[in-house]
């Protein structure tokens, strides 16, 4: 019975996705993808495309 319970244990460990955070700059916590891409396309541009 250990053994199954350890094996099921394992098996839900490893289908388990990671998360992906990001912080925005009011340090809030950011998980949905399109969130984050534009987070990120706002910093780039912030940092590389201005004069």
Same mark, same amino acid.
Request: hydrophobic share 45%; proline share 0%.
């Given at each position: 019975?250990?053994?199954?319970? +350890?094996?099921?244990? @394992?098996? !839900?460990?490893? +289908?388990? &996705? @990671?998360?992906?955070? %990001?912080?925005?700059?009011? !340090? =809030?916590?950011?998980?949905?993808?399109?969130?984050?891409?534009? &987070? %990120? @396309?706002?910093? =780039?541009?912030?940092?590389?495309? =201005? =004069?």
């Amino acid at each position: 019975m250990k053994d199954a319970y +350890s094996t099921l244990k @394992n098996l !839900r460990k490893s +289908s388990q &996705q @990671n998360a992906s955070f %990001i912080a925005n700059a009011d !340090r =809030t916590l950011l998980a949905d993808i399109a969130a984050i891409l534009s &987070q %990120i @396309n706002a910093y =780039t541009a912030a940092r590389y495309l =201005t =004069t």
